[in-house]
C-alpha cells in the first residue's frame, strides 16, 4: 500500500490553492460567497418619489394595490450625509401585497432642490419610469382621458401593441393564438408610469396583480433608466453590483420602425437605441423562470442628441428621483463600489427607516442607494 506524503513546498502550494478558493466569488442561486461571508442583491427595491406632501400619492397608489408601511424621518444634517441634500426629510414606504421588491417610498422634503423631470417626455437622459403590469389596461385609459379633458397636466400616449416575444411564424388572426401587450406611457408631474397588460401568454414569476385593487395592477415589475451609450457605464452593474444580465441588444436599433418605441419614446428618424436588461443573480434568462424587479437600460447613439436632466432626477428633487437595491452584507458592496468609478459614495449610516444604507452616483451618472 502506497502512503502519499507532501513535500513542504506542495503543502504550501495546496494552502494557496485554498486560501484562494476561500477569497473566490462564487455564485449559487443568487448568492455570493465572499471570504465566507454571505451576500445577495436582489431586484430593485423600490422607487424614491419626492414630494411636498403625501396624501395625494398615496391615494393614487393605493388605487393600484399599494399600502402604507414603514414611516421614518431624518435632520437636515443627516439627510445631507445620505443624499447630498440639505433639508428635513419625512419618508413613507408603501408595499404591495408580499412583494420584495417593486415598493415606493415617497419622500417628503422641506425644501425641495427643484420641481423635477415634470411632464418630460421619455427621450431623455435622467429619466426614470416604474413599469407595473394590470389586468384592464383599457379603464386606466378611461381614467386619463377623462384628466385630460378636465385639465388636468398629463403626458400620455396612449395604449400600443407589441410584442415583446416575436413569435417564429406569424400566426392565423383569429384561429392561432397572438402573444403580445399593449402598453401605455402616463406621465404626471410626480409620477412616470408605463403601464401593459398581456394578451396572449403568461410569464408566472415577472409580475403580482393585486386583482382586489382598483385597477387591477402588480406592484412595479422594472425600474427604467435612459442613457448615451457607453459600455463601461453599462456593464458597472453586472461588474460592480453583480447583477445578471439577462438580455441586450447587439446593436443599435432603429427603433423608429416599431411603432410602440417610435410613440412612447417620441422617436425621430435618425434616432437609434438598444436595451439592456438587469435582474437580480436568482432570475433566469428564461423568460418562463425569469423574476420581476428588472433594471431596464434604455441607451442610445450619441448622435440621437439627447437632453440631459440628471440633476432634476435625483434625491432632493420633485417626482421620480432614486432607486434602492436591498443587499446582504452592504460592507462588501461599500468596498466594491468604493473601489469602482462610481462617484460621491458616501458612508455607510443609518437612513430615515434605521436601516444601513449608503448612496452614490453611478458612472452613467445616476444616483442610487444600497439599503441592508
Given at each position: 500500500?502506497?502512503?502519499?506524503?507532501?513535500?513542504?513546498?506542495?503543502?504550501?502550494?495546496?494552502?494557496?490553492?485554498?486560501?484562494?478558493?476561500?477569497?473566490?466569488?462564487?455564485?449559487?442561486?443568487?448568492?455570493?460567497?465572499?471570504?465566507?461571508?454571505?451576500?445577495?442583491?436582489?431586484?430593485?427595491?423600490?422607487?424614491?418619489?419626492?414630494?411636498?406632501?403625501?396624501?395625494?400619492?398615496?391615494?393614487?397608489?393605493?388605487?393600484?394595490?399599494?399600502?402604507?408601511?414603514?414611516?421614518?424621518?431624518?435632520?437636515?444634517?443627516?439627510?445631507?450625509?445620505?443624499?447630498?441634500?440639505?433639508?428635513?426629510?419625512?419618508?413613507?414606504?408603501?408595499?404591495?401585497?408580499?412583494?420584495?421588491?417593486?415598493?415606493?417610498?415617497?419622500?417628503?422634503?422641506?425644501?425641495?432642490?427643484?420641481?423635477?423631470?415634470?411632464?418630460?417626455?421619455?427621450?431623455?437622459?435622467?429619466?426614470?419610469?416604474?413599469?407595473?403590469?394590470?389586468?384592464?389596461?383599457?379603464?386606466?385609459?378611461?381614467?386619463?382621458?377623462?384628466?385630460?379633458?378636465?385639465?388636468?397636466?398629463?403626458?400620455?400616449?396612449?395604449?400600443?401593441?407589441?410584442?415583446?416575444?416575436?413569435?417564429?411564424?406569424?400566426?392565423v388572426p383569429f384561429l392561432e393564438n397572438y402573444p403580445a401587450i399593449r402598453e401605455m406611457c402616463l406621465i404626471q408631474p410626480l409620477t412616470r408610469q408605463i403601464i401593459f397588460q398581456r394578451f396572449g401568454y403568461t410569464l408566472p414569476n415577472y409580475?403580482?396583480?393585486?386583482?382586489?385593487?382598483?385597477?387591477?395592477?402588480?406592484?412595479?415589475?422594472?425600474?427604467?433608466?435612459?442613457?448615451?451609450?457607453?459600455?463601461?457605464?453599462?456593464?458597472?452593474?453586472?461588474?460592480?453590483?453583480?447583477?445578471?444580465?439577462?438580455?441586450?441588444?447587439?446593436?443599435?436599433?432603429?427603433?423608429?420602425?416599431?411603432?410602440?418605441?417610435?410613440?412612447?419614446?417620441?422617436?425621430?428618424?435618425?434616432?437609434?437605441?438598444?436595451?439592456?436588461?438587469?435582474?437580480?443573480?436568482?432570475?433566469?434568462?428564461?423568460?418562463?423562470?425569469?423574476?420581476?424587479?428588472?433594471?431596464?437600460?434604455?441607451?442610445?447613439?450619441?448622435?440621437?442628441?439627447?437632453?440631459?436632466?440628471?440633476?432634476?432626477?435625483?434625491?432632493?428633487?420633485?417626482?421620480?428621483?432614486?432607486?434602492?437595491?436591498?443587499?446582504?452584507?452592504?460592507?462588501?458592496?461599500?468596498?466594491?463600489?468604493?473601489?469602482?468609478?462610481?462617484?460621491?459614495?458616501?458612508?455607510?449610516?443609518?437612513?430615515?427607516?434605521?436601516?444601513?444604507?449608503?448612496?452614490?452616483?453611478?458612472?452613467?451618472?445616476?444616483?442610487?442607494?444600497?439599503?441592508?
Open positions: 500500500m502506497n502512503t502519499f506524503k507532501l513535500t513542504q513546498r506542495g503543502d504550501v502550494l495546496i494552502r494557496i490553492a485554498i486560501a484562494f478558493c476561500v477569497l473566490s466569488i462564487l455564485f449559487l442561486g443568487g448568492t455570493i460567497v465572499l471570504m465566507g461571508q454571505e451576500t445577495s442583491i436582489g431586484g430593485v427595491y423600490e422607487v424614491g418619489i419626492g414630494a411636498k406632501d403625501e396624501v395625494a400619492l398615496i391615494a393614487y397608489f393605493e388605487r393600484f394595490g399599494y399600502r402604507v408601511g414603514k414611516e421614518g424621518v431624518l435632520d437636515e444634517a443627516s439627510a445631507e450625509q445620505l443624499y447630498g441634500v440639505r433639508s428635513k426629510l419625512r419618508s413613507i414606504r408603501l408595499y404591495h401585497q408580499d412583494s420584495d421588491h417593486g415598493l415606493i417610498r415617497i419622500m417628503v422634503w422641506d425644501k425641495p432642490s427643484n420641481d423635477g423631470l415634470g411632464l418630460t417626455g421619455m427621450k431623455v437622459i435622467g429619466n426614470r419610469w416604474g413599469a407595473m403590469m394590470t389586468a384592464d389596461i383599457y379603464n386606466i385609459q378611461n381614467h386619463v382621458e377623462e384628466a385630460i379633458a378636465q385639465g388636468y397636466p398629463i403626458y400620455y400616449v396612449s395604449p400600443q401593441r407589441a410584442e415583446i416575444y416575436k413569435p417564429e411564424k406569424r400566426p409580475g403580482k396583480i393585486n386583482y382586489e385593487s382598483f385597477f387591477k395592477s402588480s406592484q412595479i415589475t422594472h425600474l427604467g433608466i435612459v442613457m448615451e451609450y457607453n459600455p463601461e457605464h453599462i456593464e458597472f452593474y453586472g461588474d460592480v453590483l453583480g447583477l445578471l444580465k439577462v438580455r441586450e441588444s447587439k446593436s443599435y436599433e432603429s427603433g423608429y420602425e416599431d411603432a410602440s418605441a417610435r410613440a412612447i419614446f417620441d422617436l425621430e428618424k435618425h434616432q437609434r437605441y438598444g436595451t439592456t436588461d438587469f435582474d437580480n443573480p436568482s432570475s433566469s434568462k428564461d423568460p418562463m423562470k425569469a423574476v420581476s424587479g428588472r433594471l431596464k437600460i434604455i441607451w442610445f447613439s450619441p448622435e440621437s442628441n439627447l437632453e440631459e436632466k440628471l440633476d432634476r432626477s435625483k434625491p432632493g428633487s420633485l417626482g421620480y428621483s432614486l432607486y434602492t437595491y436591498r443587499v446582504k452584507n452592504i460592507e462588501e458592496y461599500h468596498r466594491r463600489v468604493k473601489n469602482s468609478k462610481a462617484q460621491n459614495v458616501t458612508a455607510i449610516r443609518k437612513n430615515e427607516f434605521n436601516e444601513k444604507s449608503f448612496s452614490f452616483i453611478a458612472p452613467d451618472g445616476y444616483f442610487w442607494t444600497l439599503i441592508e
